[in-house]
C-alpha cells in the first residue's frame, strides 16, 4: 500500500496552513506520516489529519546538506523504505539539499512552505495538487471533553457563551495594542476567557490590566485540549498567531488580525474572518471594524 512521509518543521500556524494539501494527499488514501514538531504532530494525530507524527529533529535531514553518501541505517534512509511519496516543505531554496533529497526519495516534491503570490494554503495545495477541502476539522468527542474540562478548570460555569481572546503572538510585531483589544470585548456578553501559551504571560498580564471586567484564564492547555475548548467558543478574537489558525481550523467563528503584509497567511477555514490592522497604533477605523466584526459573531 502507499503512503506518504510529509515534512514540514514550522511553527503551528505555518502546519496547519498545510491541512488542505494533506486532506488532498489523503484523498487518494494514502496513510499520512507527519514530521514536524512533535507537539505539533502529535496535534495533527488527535485531529485525524494525519495518521502518523514523528520528530522532525530524529529524520536526519542534515546529512543532505552534505555530499557525504546516506548510509543504509541512517534515520532517513529506514523511514523511505516505509514510503513511497515524500513531500517536503523544508530546504527548497537549498539546491545541494533538494537534489540528495530527490535522489534517496525519486519523485520527492521539494517547494517552499511559503509564497509571494498566492495564499500560503493555496500555494502548499498547489504543490501537491488536489482539490480544496476547507471544511473546518471536525473534532471528536475526546478532545471536546478535554476542552471543557479545561475551560471549567479556568471558571467556566458550562453554560455561558464563551468568548476566547489570545492576545498574544510570536512578535511584537503582529500584536494589536491590548488597550484596543480591551475596548472591544469591554461589553461582550459573554464569559470573557483569555488563552495564555508559554511565551504568552506579558500580554496577557497586559490585556488584563486594561480590562475593566472579569476574565478566565485559560493557561497552557494541552494542544488538543486547547482545540476542544475552541470549538465550545462561540466566538473567538486573536493576533496573527497559531492559535488563531487552531481556531479558524477547527470552525470556531473568528475574528483574526493581520496587518497588511501579512495578509497571505490567513487561514484556509471560511469561519475566520480576517481583518487588516496596524499594530503600531490604534486606529479608530480599525476598531470599529474588529468590534462590528466581533459582534456580527455573536
Not at 130 to 143: K, M, N, S
Not at 179 to 197: C, K, M, S, T, W
Not at 236 to 245: A, E, K, R, T, W
Amino acid at each position: 500500500m502507499s503512503a506518504a512521509l510529509v515534512i514540514h518543521p514550522g511553527a503551528l500556524g505555518d502546519v496547519l496552513l498545510a491541512v488542505p494539501a494533506l486532506r488532498a494527499l489523503r484523498a487518494g488514501g494514502e496513510p499520512i506520516t507527519v514530521a514536524a514538531q512533535p507537539r505539533i504532530g502529535a496535534l495533527l494525530v488527535a485531529l485525524g489529519v494525519a495518521d502518523r507524527a514523528i520528530a522532525f529533529d530524529t529524520l536526519g535531514l542534515e546529512a543532505l546538506f552534505t555530499d557525504a553518501p546516506l548510509a543504509a541505517d541512517a534515520p532517513l534512509a529506514r523511514h523511505l523504505t516505509e514510503v513511497t511519496r515524500v513531500v517536503c516543505w523544508f530546504g527548497a531554496r537549498d539546491a545541494r539539499f533538494a537534489r540528495r533529497l530527490e535522489a534517496v526519495a525519486p519523485g520527492a516534491v521539494v517547494a517552499p512552505a511559503t509564497s509571494t503570490t498566492t495564499p500560503v494554503w493555496a500555494h502548499l495545495l498547489r504543490t501537491v495538487s488536489g482539490e480544496a477541502d476547507r471544511a473546518p476539522i471536525t473534532v471528536g468527542t475526546a478532545l471536546r471533553e478535554a476542552g471543557r474540562e479545561a475551560l471549567c478548570a479556568a471558571g467556566w460555569d458550562g453554560r455561558s457563551r464563551v468568548l476566547v481572546v489570545h492576545p498574544g503572538a510570536g512578535g511584537a510585531a503582529k500584536r494589536w495594542p491590548f488597550d484596543a483589544f480591551a475596548d472591544v470585548v469591554e461589553r461582550i456578553d459573554a464569559a470573557l476567557v483569555v488563552h495564555e501559551g508559554p511565551a504568552d504571560a506579558e500580554a496577557v498580564r497586559a490585556l488584563v490590566a486594561c480590562l475593566c471586567r472579569p476574565a478566565l484564564r485559560l493557561a497552557d492547555p494541552p494542544l488538543p485540549a486547547l482545540a476542544g475548548a475552541l470549538t465550545l467558543a462561540r466566538a473567538y478574537l486573536g493576533n496573527d498567531s497559531g492559535v488563531s489558525h487552531l481556531a479558524a481550523s477547527v470552525g470556531a467563528p473568528s475574528v483574526v488580525l493581520f496587518t497588511e503584509a501579512a495578509l497571505a497567511w490567513q487561514p484556509w477555514s471560511p469561519t475566520a474572518r480576517c481583518v487588516a490592522v496596524t499594530t503600531s497604533t490604534v486606529l479608530d477605523t480599525e476598531r470599529a471594524a474588529v468590534g462590528a466584526a466581533l459582534r456580527a459573531l455573536l
